[in-house]
C-alpha cells in the first residue's frame, strides 16, 4: 500500500467510456486517506474515493520518456492501463502495429494493407538479432529460423488472438519469411507449393463473420521441414474443428465458405455450366446472411487464384472440376424442396424437383434412391427391418446433416492432397512448426462449434501461462532468488468444468448414449451438477443454454445447437473411411447407381478399451493433443539448461583450487547443454498416442 504517490505522481482510474483516464494527484497521498484529490487531462478536479480496508490504489502511470518503448518490459508499471496506453501511442501516433512483450510479439490489426511485408524487408530482418530491429513479425520467424539451426532444435510459433485479431495473415507472413530464407536448394519449387496452400485453405476454410471478412473457421498446424542445409524441404499440415455447421446456416451478416461464393461468380464459364449453378442469392445455403459480397472482394478473381493454385500443388483439372461439381451438389441439396404430408409424419420430394435432379446426377447416385431415402429412416433389429416416414423437421435435419458430412469429408480430402504435393522423400534434419487456430469469440447465438473454439483458446492461454509465468517463477523460487510473485490468472478450473470427470463433455456423452436423451435433459443435468461452479452460470430466462465464464469473457452456449444427429441414413453415411476420394469422377463413370445405406466392408470389432466416437471423445483430440506436446516438453524448461545453482558449485570448488580469478560464464547468457535433469512423471508407458493423430515425427527419448 506504500506507492510512491506524489504531488507530481500520474495515475489511471477507471473510466465507463474511455475504460481508463489518465490524472494527475493535486495533493500528496497518506497511508490512511480516503480519498485522493486529482486533476483531469481536461483540467477537471475530482475526488477519488478510497476503500479504506482493501485499500486499493489506481494504477501508478509510467513517466512520459519511457511511452512509446518497442518492448513492454522495458516500462516502470506493467499493468493493463500501461499496456493499452503504450500500444495506443504506438499505434496512433507512430504507426507501429508492432511492439515486443519480451519474447512475445503483440500486433494490431490495421485493417488495411501496409507496406511493410516485401522482400526487401524480409532481406533486412534475416541475420539480424531480435533486438536491434523494430519489432516485426519477420523479427519472430528469424528468431525461430536461427534457433532451429544454431541450437539445432525444432521450433514452434503460436499465433493467437481474438476474432478478427489478423492470426492468418500473420502466420502467412510467417510463413512467407520461411519460404524466402529457407528457399529450396533444388528445382522443386517446394517453398512456393508451400505459400500455394494459403488461398486453397482459405477458400475452403474461410469465411466472412460479424467480427472479420476473412475468418478461419478451423485451426491448423503448418509444420514446415527443413534438411541439414536449413532449406525447405516439404511441409505437413494438421487441420482441427472444421466448423461444419456454417454449410448449412449463417447468421445475420456473415457468408458461408469463401469456396461457394467463388463458384457461383464464376458459373458462367463454359467448363461449369453442367454445375448448373446461378448467382449465390439463389441459393439456401449461401443467402441466410442476407447480403452474399464482400466490400473489396472479387470472387471471380479469388477463384482464379484458388484454381492456380490447386495447379501449382499437382491437383489435375479432372481432379479439380470433381471438387467442385461436390461444392456444386450442395448448394442443389440446400435447395430441394421437401414437402410435408397432411399426416405430419410423413414428407416426400417432388420427383420433378430441378435440385435433387442436379444433386444426383454430379454425385452420381440414382434419383429414385436418394428421392427415397431422404424421406426414410431404416431401423435394424436382430431379425426384422423397418423402414419408417420422418417429419418435415427430421428431413431437413438429416438433410443438412448430410451436406455438413460431404463438406467435411472434401475439407479433409484436400487437406490430404496438400499434404501429398508437399511430401517429400528426402529425411527432414529440422522443423519449424506454425499454429493457427481461431481465436475466442462470442456471438449473440454461439454454437457448439463456438463453445470447442473458446475451449481450444482456454488450453493455448493455459500452455502460455505455464510457460512465460508459472515455470519461470518456480526457478526463480528454486534458486531463492529475490522477487515478488506474479498473480497470474489460472484457468484450470474452467477447464475442470469442460473436461473433467462429470463435467460438461462427459456429461453430454452421457445424454447421447441414452436412448431418449434431449438438450433440456443435458442442460438441467450441467444446472444440478455445476450450478456452484464460479466459472458456470444458468441464463436468468432460459433453460436451454448455459453461460460458461471464461479466461476472456462470458459466453452463452445454446445447447439446442449442439444436438446430435440421431437419424440412420446419416448416421450410417458417417463412417471412417481412409481412402476417401472426391465422389465423383470428371466423366461420372464408375460411380455407384445406389446409395449404399451401409459400408460395403463388415464393420471391424472395436476393442472395449478403444473410445466411441463420440461428441465428447471428437472434441478431447484437442485435449489429447497438448498432452503429447507437453510429453515432450521437460516439466521445466530450465531444468535442461546451466542453472545458477550449478554455477555457484563450480565457482566454489574452484575458489578452493586458488585458481587465478577467470570469467567463468556469462549467467545472462543461458546455453543448451546435456546435463541430467529429473525428466516429467508422465512417461511413455503412461500415454497412447492414437496412430490417427498422425504424430509420427514425435520420438521417445
Known amino acids: 500500500s506504500r506507492w510512491p504517490y506524489n504531488f507530481s505522481g500520474g495515475v489511471w482510474i477507471p473510466d465507463p467510456d474511455e475504460v481508463w483516464r489518465s490524472a494527475e494527484l493535486t495533493k500528496d497521498y497518506k497511508e490512511g486517506d480516503t480519498s485522493l484529490q486529482l486533476r483531469l487531462e481536461d483540467e477537471t478536479i475530482r475526488e477519488y474515493p478510497i476503500d479504506v480496508q482493501s485499500n486499493q490504489l489506481p494504477f501508478l502511470r509510467n513517466p512520459d520518456i519511457l511511452v512509446g518503448e518497442n518492448d513492454l518490459t522495458a516500462l516502470s508499471y506493467l499493468h493493463e492501463p500501461a499496456v493499452l496506453h503504450n500500444l495506443k501511442v504506438r499505434f496512433l501516433e507512430s504507426n507501429h502495429i508492432y511492439t515486443y512483450c519480451g519474447i512475445v510479439l503483440v500486433a494490431i490489426n490495421p485493417y488495411e494493407q501496409l507496406p511493410i511485408y516485401g522482400q526487401d524487408v524480409i532481406y533486412a530482418y534475416s541475420g539480424q538479432n531480435m533486438g536491434d530491429m523494430d519489432p516485426h513479425i519477420f523479427a519472430v520467424a528469424e528468431e525461430a529460423y536461427k534457433q532451429m539451426a544454431r541450437d ?26 520461411f519460404a524466402t530464407v529457407g528457399g529450396s536448394a533444388s528445382d522443386t519449387n517446394i517453398e512456393e507449393k508451400v505459400l500455394a496452400s494459403s488461398p486453397i485453405m482459405e477458400a475452403i476454410g474461410n469465411a466472412k463473420t460479424t467480427r472479420n471478412d476473412n475468418s478461419s473457421r478451423f485451426g491448423k498446424y503448418i509444420q514446415i521441414g527443413f534438411d541439414k542445409r536449413y532449406h525447405i524441404i516439404g511441409a505437413n499440415m494438421r487441420t482441427y474443428l472444421l466448423e ?42 449461401t443467402s441466410q446472411g442476407r447480403d452474399t459480397c464482400i466490400e473489396g472482394v472479387d470472387d471471380a478473381e479469388d477463384f482464379e487464384k484458388t484454381r492456380q493454385a490447386f495447379t501449382l500443388l499437382g491437383v489435375r483439372e479432372s481432379h479439380q472440376i470433381s471438387i467442385f461439381k461436390i461444392i456444386a451438389s450442395i448448394l442443389h441439396l440446400g435447395n430441394v424442396e421437401i414437402q410435408a404430408e397432411r399426416d405430419g409424419d410423413s414428407c416426400s420430394i417432388s420427383p420433378q424437383d430441378e435440385h435433387l435432379n442436379s444433386f444426383c446426377r454430379l454425385l452420381g447416385v440414382e434419383h429414385s434412391q436418394m428421392e427415397h431415402w431422404l424421406c426414410h429412416r431404416k431401423l435394424v433389429t ?18 443438412n446433416a448430410l451436406a455438413k458430412h460431404i463438406y467435411a469429408q472434401l475439407f479433409g480430402w484436400i487437406v490430404e492432397h496438400i499434404n501429398k504435393a508437399l511430401h517429400t522423400p528426402l529425411k527432414q534434419h529440422s522443423f519449424i512448426g506454425v499454429l493457427d487456430i481461431y481465436g475466442f469469440e462470442t456471438f449473440e447465438v454461439n454454437s457448439f462449434e463456438q463453445f470447442c473454439i473458446n475451449y481450444a483458446n482456454e488450453k ?34 474452467c477447464i475442470d468444468l469442460i473436461e473433467a470427470k462429470l463435467g460438461i463433455l462427459d456429461l453430454l456423452d452421457e445424454e447421447c448414449k441414452v436412448p431418449k436423451g434431449t438438450d433440456q435433459n443435458w442442460a438441467q443435468k450441467l444446472y444440478d451438477r455445476h450450478s456452484g461452479s464460479q466459472h458456470f452460470q444458468k441464463p436468468r430466462m432460459s433453460n436451454t443454454a448455459f453461460i460458461v465464464v471464461h479466461f476472456a469473457d462470458k459466453v452463452s452456449v445454446s445447447v439446442g445447437s449442439s444436438k446430435r444427429s440421431c437419424f440412420p441414413l446419416v448416421a450410417d453415411l458417417f463412417h471412417d473411411d481412409k481412402d476417401s476420394v472426391p465422389a465423383t469422377t470428371a466423366s461420372g463413370k464408375g460411380s455407384s447407381s445406389k446409395i449404399n445405406i451401409r459400408s460395403a466392408r463388415p464393420p471391424l470389432k472395436v476393442s472395449n478399451k478403444e473410445h466411441k466416437k463420440t461428441v465428447g471423445h471428437q472434441v478431447s483430440l484437442w485435449q489429447e493433443i497438448v498432452k503429447i506436446l507437453n ?7 530450465f531444468e535442461e539448461r546451466v542453472t545458477v545453482a550449478f554455477i555457484r558449485t563450480i565457482q566454489a ?16 547468457h543461458m546455453f543448451p547443454v546435456l546435463f541430467p535433469f529429473n525428466p516429467s512423471s508422465l512417461t511413455m508407458d503412461s500415454i497412447h498416442i492414437p496412430a490417427y493423430l498422425n504424430l509420427e515425427f514425435l520420438n521417445e527419448v
Open 152 to 177: 539445432e532444435k525444432n521450433q514452434s510459433i503460436i499465433v493467437s488472438g481474438e476474432s478478427g485479431a489478423g492470426k492468418t495473415v500473420s502466420a502467412k507472413y510467417a510463413m512467407r519469411y
Open 244 to 285: 461444419k455447421s456454417r454449410v448449412v446456416f449463417q447468421a445475420d451478416d456473415e457468408r458461408n465458405y469463401h469456396i461457394f461464393y467463388q463458384l457461383c461468380a464464376a458459373a458462367s464459364l463454359p467448363e461449369f455450366k453442367e454445375l448448373a449453378l446461378t448467382c449465390a442469392e439463389d441459393f439456401f445455403y
Open 382 to 399: 436382430t431379425s426384422e427391418t423397418y423402414v419408417k416416414t420422418m417429419s418435415l423437421q427430421q428431413v431437413v435435419n438429416a438433410r
Open 460 to 493: 493455448l492461454q493455459q500452455q502460455f501461462n505455464s510457460h512465460v509465468f508459472k515455470l519461470e517463477q518456480e526457478e526463480y523460487m528454486k534458486e531463492q532468488i529475490p522477487w515478488t510473485l506474479i498473480d497470474f490468472y489460472d484457468n484450470q478450473p
Open 631 to 637: 510429453l515432450y516438453t521437460p516439466l521445466n524448461e
Open 653 to 668: 570448488q574452484l575458489q578452493e583450487r586458488n585458481d587465478p580469478q577467470q570469467l567463468l560464464l556469462d549467467f545472462k
